[in-house]
């Protein structure tokens, strides 16, 4: 022997040494440990096929019956052979299948043995026919079948056999014919678990539904562009519909489809709920009643329950002496400026092509969008009960019940109670007073020459603003009332009398009664802790902020400042 092969002796062992292996009987399985015995019933990569541990009946059935036959395959119990069940299916019938499989192989094992037992020789030459087991899903969808092999000489598995079982059993729906026919001639039909019936799934029908072809939400959310410049003609607030036009579509709800389980039982289904277009002002339905119209062209607006469509004003250049001042119960579309001296007032939204100059009000009652910006003079008015979006303010007292957004804002008397942003654009906020209940965000606060700006934040703005102009017209009432009385009796004095006093009255409750809603406001604010707070690049010296009853002044430049209240104190950061 040469020294290579006396290494390879040593490492591996000679083959001379090892004993001749016997021939393997094919009709014998060979001897396998236990854990690879029972790897063999699982799998552990397929989730359908069913763990057996090594005392299940199933087991001994499996032994006693190999032993008879010399060679049997070993068994296969899986759920789902051609993956076509869906997997909470098979997660949840395992656990049946677990137990109910336990149950049936110890009963037949009990047999089997009771017979081998008998107490004559005829009773034991008689022996056990083969018997189906069926195993039914919880939802009576899909029958299963585990045929238990014939014992001490009994019949074997024929097809009419297991058709009576079926018969007795009930299981008449679904049946799958080829596999109930395959099986009585398959080699490993004993212990195999074949899916022989198959029933129809009941469908619930699907709920109506609207198609809306207008937004029910509105974004009002401004996008600067590349410039950090904002496109304020192109805002798309609102939604505009000619008469006839279609709003949302009504999708009709659908019936349901009864099942039968493979016991021939049927299941049966929801039909879908049905549901109504929200029809509101200036709307009718179709004459198919699936479609919701515009009655009026107009502006098509969600009210939270319905659509509504607003009528639209439109006017083709300056509101002026042409036009005279405008009050509308819908939408005002303004293609030019609104001049000095004239009033535009809309329940609607207001949107204003070019500028709104000195000594003029504007009230809206959703948004006001203006283009070209909104040039006062201290006497300039403008009000809103949503968001404005202008592209500049100047010289002007704002009220705005949500936010405002804009590029500049130049002594402003501002009353917001959402956010002010001033970020787009030049992003400046310089001299005038910002009272804002939540925020402040802009890019620049005060001037280098120190430029007195006034940030005010916190509480109920719009309110103390009411309260401000009742408080003046109170005092213009008095005035009046005074000048009344100290003029000769007459007539007219007496009628203009009574009116004033009427007048006077009438402000001093809505006086009264804002009181107490700040009041109110002012306690519920202090209970939740809320304030509001200023976000800003570079916050200039002379730049005053006020966070409910503390105030400070900053005496020299801050960037990228942040100043919120703190412990009760306002801290700069």
Same mark, same amino acid.
């Given at each position: 022997?040469?020294?290579?092969?006396?290494?390879?002796?040593?490492?591996?062992?000679?083959?001379?040494?090892?004993?001749?292996?016997?021939?393997?009987?094919?009709?014998?399985?060979?001897?396998?440990?236990?854990?690879? &015995? $029972? #790897?063999?019933? %699982? +799998?552990?990569?397929?989730?359908? !096929?069913?763990?057996?541990? =090594?005392?299940? *009946?199933?087991?001994?059935?499996?032994?006693?019956?190999? &032993? $008879? #036959?010399?060679? %049997? +395959?070993?068994?296969?119990?899986? !759920?789902?052979?051609?993956? =076509?069940?869906? *997997?909470?299916?098979?997660?949840?019938?395992?656990?049946?299948?677990?137990?109910?499989?336990?149950?049936?192989?110890?009963?037949? !094992?009990?047999?089997?043995?009771?017979?081998?037992?008998?107490?004559?020789?005829?009773?034991?030459?008689?022996?056990?026919?083969?018997?189906?087991?069926?195993?039914?899903?919880?939802?009576?969808?899909?029958?299963?079948?585990?045929?238990?092999?014939?014992?001490?000489?009994?019949?074997?598995?024929?097809?009419?056999?297991?058709?009576?079982?079926?018969?007795?059993?009930?299981?008449?729906?679904?049946?799958?014919?080829?596999?109930?026919?395959?099986?009585?001639?398959?080699?490993?039909?004993?212990?195999?678990?074949?899916?022989?019936?198959?029933?129809?799934?009941?469908?619930?029908?699907?709920?109506?539904?609207?198609?809306?072809?207008?937004?029910?939400?509105?974004?009002?959310?401004?996008?600067?562009?590349?410039?950090?410049?904002?496109?304020?003609?192109?805002?798309?607030?609102?939604?505009?519909?000619?008469?006839?036009?279609?709003?949302?579509?009504?999708?009709?709800?659908?019936?349901?489809?009864?099942?039968?389980?493979?016991?021939?039982?049927?299941?049966?289904?929801?039909?879908?709920?049905?549901?109504?277009?929200?029809?509101?002002?200036?709307?009718?339905?179709?004459?198919?009643?699936?479609?919701?119209?515009?009655?009026v062209a107009g502006h098509v607006e969600f009210t939270g329950r319905s659509f509504q469509v607003k009528p639209v004003l439109e006017i083709p250049g300056n509101v002026d002496f042409s036009t005279g001042s405008i009050k509308y119960l819908g939408d005002v579309n303004i293609k030019?400026?609104?001049?000095?001296?004239?009033?535009?007032?809309?329940?609607?939204?207001?949107?204003?092509?070019?500028?709104?100059?000195?000594?003029?009000?504007?009230?809206?009652?959703?948004?006001?969008?203006?283009?070209?910006?909104?040039?006062?003079?201290?006497?300039?008015?403008?009000?809103?009960?949503?968001?404005?979006?202008?592209?500049?303010?100047e010289n002007a007292t704002i009220y705005v019940k949500e936010n405002l957004q804009t590029d500049v804002i130049i002594n402003g008397s501002i009353y917001c109670d959402g956010e002010v942003l001033v970020r787009s654009g030049r992003g400046a906020v310089i001299g005038g007073r910002?009272?804002?209940?939540?925020?402040?965000?802009?890019?620049?606060?005060?001037?280098?020459?120190?430029?007195?700006?006034?940030?005010?934040?916190?509480?109920?703005?719009?309110?103390?603003?009411?309260?401000?102009?009742?408080?003046?017209?109170?005092?213009?009432?008095?005035?009046?009332?005074?000048?009344?009385?100290?003029?000769?009796?007459?007539?007219?004095?007496?009628?203009?009398?009574?009116?004033?006093?009427?007048?006077?009255?009438?402000?001093?409750?809505?006086?009264?009664?804002?009181?107490?809603?700040?009041?109110?406001?002012?306690?519920?604010?202090?209970?939740?802790?809320?304030?509001?707070?200023?976000?800003?690049?570079?916050?200039?010296?002379?730049?005053?902020?006020?966070?409910?009853?503390?105030?400070?002044?900053?005496?020299?430049?801050?960037?990228?400042?942040?100043?919120?209240?703190?412990?009760?104190?306002?801290?700069?950061?």
């Amino acid at each position: 022997m040469s020294i290579k092969e006396k290494l390879a002796a040593l490492l591996f062992g000679s083959k001379e040494a090892q004993p001749e292996q016997e021939q393997e009987d094919p009709h014998v399985l060979p001897e396998q440990p236990e854990a690879a &015995q $029972e #790897s063999s019933f %699982l +799998p552990a990569e397929d989730p359908a !096929l069913l763990k057996l541990s =090594a005392d299940h *009946p199933l087991q001994q059935l499996y032994a006693i019956r190999r &032993q $008879e #036959s010399g060679y %049997l +395959p070993i068994p296969r119990l899986c !759920l789902d052979e051609d993956g =076509a069940l869906p *997997p909470e299916v098979i997660s949840r019938e395992k656990i049946r299948l677990q137990a109910g499989l336990r149950t049936a192989s110890a009963a037949r !094992l009990k047999s089997v043995q009771n017979q081998s037992k008998g107490a004559d020789q005829a009773e034991r030459s008689a022996g056990l026919d083969a018997c189906p087991w069926f195993f039914l899903s919880a939802d009576g969808l899909y029958a299963w079948a585990l045929v238990f092999p014939p014992a001490g000489g009994g019949r074997e598995l024929t097809r009419e056999l297991l058709h009576q079982a079926m018969a007795e059993q009930g299981i008449s729906y679904g049946v799958d014919e080829r596999a109930a026919s395959r099986l009585p001639r398959d080699e490993g039909r004993y212990f195999t678990l074949c899916l022989l019936a198959r029933g129809k799934p009941a469908f619930d029908g699907k709920n109506g539904n609207i198609v809306d072809y207008v937004p029910r939400v509105v974004e009002r959310v401004l996008e600067t562009d590349e410039y950090d410049q904002v496109d304020y003609t192109a805002l798309n607030l609102t939604h505009n519909v000619e008469a006839g036009q279609e709003i949302c579509r009504l999708i009709r709800p659908t019936e349901g489809e009864p099942g039968r389980t493979v016991l021939d039982q049927e299941i049966p289904a929801k039909s879908g709920r049905a549901v109504s277009l929200p029809k509101g002002r200036n709307t009718e339905i179709s004459e198919d009643g699936e479609a919701l119209l515009a009655s009026v062209a107009g502006h098509v607006e969600f009210t939270g329950r319905s659509f509504q469509v607003k009528p639209v004003l439109e006017i083709p250049g300056n509101v002026d002496f042409s036009t005279g001042s405008i009050k509308y119960l819908g939408d005002v579309n303004i293609k030019g400026d609104v001049l000095t001296g004239f009033t535009v007032r809309a329940m609607g939204s207001i949107w204003v092509g070019g500028v709104i100059e000195a000594g003029s009000t504007v009230e809206a009652g959703g948004d006001l969008t203006v283009v070209k910006g909104i040039l006062g003079d201290g006497t300039t008015i403008v009000r809103s009960q949503r968001c404005i979006f202008a592209k500049y303010i100047e010289n002007a007292t704002i009220y705005v019940k949500e936010n405002l957004q804009t590029d500049v804002i130049i002594n402003g008397s501002i009353y917001c109670d959402g956010e002010v942003l001033v970020r787009s654009g030049r992003g400046a906020v310089i001299g005038g007073r910002i009272w804002a209940a939540r925020k402040v965000s802009a890019t620049d606060v005060g001037s280098k020459a120190e430029c007195r700006t006034s940030i005010v934040l916190g509480g109920l703005p719009c309110t103390n603003f009411e309260r401000e102009l009742v408080h003046k017209e109170l005092e213009e009432q008095e005035l009046e009332l005074e000048r009344l009385e100290s003029q000769p009796d007459s007539p007219a004095k007496a009628s203009l009398l009574g009116k004033t006093r009427i007048k006077l009255s009438t402000s001093a409750l809505r006086l009264q009664q804002l009181e107490t809603e700040l009041a109110d406001i002012k306690e519920e604010v202090q209970d939740r802790g809320e304030e509001g707070r200023l976000e800003c690049a570079v916050a200039y010296a002379g730049t005053e902020i006020t966070i409910g009853n503390e105030i400070t002044r900053l005496q020299e430049e801050k960037r990228h400042c942040v100043a919120k209240l703190v412990g009760g104190e306002i801290v700069v950061m």
